[in-house]
């Protein structure tokens, strides 16, 4: 069941879509049923005396309750012991003790004693989840303003709670199907031959690859919607030699829009009013990488549909797939900060003082607004006519340039899927786009990261997920490249990135190409399945990803493993995330068939009893478990999703044919291709890839 609150005048997020199954709640029905779940639901007015109340959620944990939720959100996939600020941030260093980062996704699932029950807190500026931080059983959800919508979610179990949450926030954004192919990214490819090369040395190693993503650069001085032709002559000859090779180009569009005399998109932004203001009116201008910027009014439907549409500069040359970056957004400082701190720095050289350290902190200091929340309460939208404080919607703002994305490229290639990720969102976004986790590091600790965020991010609709492979920031050792890429074979978005000044990242750079070209091989080989499993998860609100305790309920180990996950229907993993290890532990909930992966082509399988395990896994090898009653369909090897027209023609015009397939069952009979075809739990039928 789900019942909704309304308190006070909330703003229209447009999160939730369908309502007809919403029961909408007077204040003290509300009160009384969250009580009857051990919760409460407290108005108090804060010390500093303001009139309006704080809204605070309160739950006391006993020593077994166990949070989940928050998306991308640091920490583990239990969420409980830290304190989560929803207030989306451009922060790069992703350490343990950071509160927030570019999303923001207020829905907690917890798993009490009694009754299991669901929150989502529709309010989209700064607010607070203490799970358990301040107090160890004390949760404390609290939002300075008391306009929000709370919707609480109960139901049988954890993964019915989800799946009816799902329900109402609307079906998940669905990526084409190469853009379940590898893809290579790097800060720093700055022209056309930069990019060849990429293209070139994976093809030679033998490692498969379908999209290569251009970074800032291919721009024209950071202009968004145009290309720098002195770096990429002949743009479209090139897109389609990339094309002809299997290759899709990705480019990013930013945020902010430069400000400079005769750029289309500076020109009609400002005439036809579709940027953001300041407190005068007058258009509010800020840095980042283009130098000073506008930044679309998201807000407006008009402004909206004409950003969306300029992505046909790009569309028009067969390009199909983009990543938004800097949606925060981010910003690096206001033109009102420099013009104060030139002042500053001009009062010190016209007065008689010896300038201190205490002045230099404070010129540094006054030009960064950096991840300053103060900047977000500088400017404003204008929305439905009315003047609104960019602060007051600020986690919505990459939400809906990615709306705008996506409605636009729907009108631009009408026929086809395109590929869509943003870096900042809300939920709701996840109707438009998928998102990747932003700027990690080649750490072990961002490995566990990568997997501890796929769960939340699946419960909160976003399925097109996945982190920088290998790690954004710092210098990434061959081993752990190897450990995280047998990760990334199973995450939806499998990209590798890095920043510019690391060591260069691609996988042929190193020793042991072969390793690589096995475990993304393994990539294509498992695309049938994950494919499958993808769409399963977008058409009826399922979680690709899930904790082992959403299947295996009554089980009071598998509540609380940090470091597996439910694929799909069919399949556990397990990846190795530790240095230097020569395997692992593993938990099974019941007895499943262990598949180690030696080659693409080589694989043992082994049953194994429920229980705690060790098990082996070299440097190169990939562990996988298959559940009882499924089956896993092991396509060919193949360079890129282009040769693999087989499964793209199914549509119900292919023929399928198990020969096509090398299949692997638990149960001892070999299932017959009819069997294969008709089975409920079944991976390959024709049903594949078709909507
Ligand atoms: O301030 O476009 O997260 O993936 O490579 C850095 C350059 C801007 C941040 C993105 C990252 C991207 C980088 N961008």
Redesign the pocket.
Same mark, same amino acid.
């Given at each position: 069941m789900i019942y909704s609150l309304k308190l006070g005048n909330p703003f229209e997020t447009e999160a939730v879509t369908d309502h007809s199954e919403i029961n909408s709640c007077e204040m003290s029905e509300f009160i009384e049923r969250l009580g009857s779940l051990g919760g409460e639901l407290i108005m108090a007015h804060t010390s500093t005396g303001d009139e309006r109340p704080d809204i605070m959620f309160r739950y006391r944990m006993n020593n077994d309750t166990v949070v989940f939720g928050l998306g991308e959100a640091l920490h583990g996939i239990n969420k409980r012991g830290f304190k989560y600020i929803s207030y989306n941030v451009?922060d790069m260093h992703h350490d343990e003790e950071k509160n927030s980062l570019y999303g923001s996704h207020n829905f907690i699932l917890i798993k009490g004693t009694e009754d299991d029950f669901g929150l989502f807190f529709d309010y989209p500026s700064r607010m607070e989840f203490d799970i358990g931080f301040e107090n160890r059983s004390l949760i404390k959800v609290t939002a300075p303003t008391m306009d929000m919508c709370i919707y609480l979610i109960t139901g049988a179990n954890l993964y019915n709670i989800v799946k009816q949450f799902r329900g109402i926030i609307g079906k998940s954004y669905t990526a084409p199907f190469w853009a379940f192919g590898f893809g290579q990214s790097r800060?720093g490819y700055k022209n056309a031959s930069d990019v060849s090369e990429v293209v070139n040395s994976y093809r030679s190693a033998g490692i498969p690859l379908d999209m290569v993503y251009m970074?800032?650069d291919y721009m024209d001085d950071y202009k968004d919607f145009t290309i720098s032709y002195e770096r990429f002559p002949k743009f479209g000859r090139f897109v389609l030699d990339m094309e002809e090779q299997g290759i899709h180009l990705v480019p990013?569009i930013?945020a902010g829009i430069k400000i400079e005399n005769d750029y289309e998109i500076y020109e009609e932004g400002k005439s036809n009013g579709y940027f953001c203001t300041n407190d005068d009116a007058s258009l509010f201008s800020a840095a980042v990488?283009p130098g000073m910027t506008h930044f679309v009014d998201f807000f407006k439907p008009e402004a909206r549909e004409w950003f969306g549409k300029k992505y046909s500069a790009l569309t028009d040359y067969g390009i199909e797939g983009f990543w938004n /970056?800097?949606n925060e957004p981010?910003i690096f400082y206001t033109q009102q900060d420099l013009e104060n701190t030139c002042e500053l720095i001009s009062d010190l050289s016209l007065s008689d003082k010896e300038i201190s350290a205490k002045d230099c902190l404070e010129i540094r200091d006054s030009v960064d607004a950096w991840r300053s929340p103060e900047v977000y309460k500088q400017f404003y939208h204008n929305i439905n006519g009315k003047r609104v404080s960019h602060d007051k919607v600020h986690n919505l703002y990459g939400y809906y340039m990615t709306k705008a994305a996506y409605e636009g490229l729907s009108e631009l290639i009408p026929d086809k899927r395109f590929l869509l990720f943003a870096?900042s969102s809300y939920i709701g976004m996840h109707r438009y786009g998928g998102l990747w986790t932003? /700027?990690n590091k080649s750490r072990w600790s961002h490995l566990k990261l990568n997997l501890s965020q796929l769960p939340g991010l699946n419960m909160c609709g976003f399925i097109y997920s996945g982190a920088?492979i290998g790690g954004?920031g710092a210098d990434v050792s061959e081993e752990l490249l190897l450990r995280w890429t047998a990760l990334g074979i199973f995450t939806p978005l499998f990209r590798n990135?890095s920043?510019k000044d690391s060591r260069n990242q691609e996988c042929y750079r190193f020793e042991n190409t072969e390793a690589f070209r096995d475990i993304i091989s393994l990539r294509y080989r498992l695309l049938p399945y994950l494919y499958s499993e993808f769409l399963k998860a977008v058409n009826s609100d399922l979680m690709y990803f899930r904790p082992l305790c959403f299947d295996y309920e009554d089980d009071n180990d598998a509540l609380y493993v940090e470091d597996q996950l439910l694929l799909g229907e069919g399949l556990m993993i397990a990846p190795v995330i530790e240095e230097n290890a020569n395997g692992r532990y593993v938990y099974l909930p019941e007895d499943m068939l262990f598949i180690k992966f030696k080659t693409d082509t080589e694989f043992t399988t082994e049953l194994m009893p429920k229980g705690h395990h060790y098990i082996h896994v070299a440097i190169d090898q990939v562990p996988l478990f298959l559940r009882r009653g499924n089956m896993l369909p092991l396509g060919g090897s193949h360079v890129c999703t282009a040769d693999m027209s087989m499964y793209l023609e199914l549509g119900g015009k292919g023929e399928l044919q198990a020969k096509d397939f090398e299949i692997i069952t638990l149960p001892s009979e070999k299932p017959s291709y009819e069997m294969l075809c008709e089975s409920e739990k079944t991976l390959v039928s024709n049903k594949i890839f078709v909507e």
């Open positions: 451009d800060w970074d800032i990013i930013d990488w /970056d800097m981010s870096r932003g /700027d920088d954004f990135h920043v």
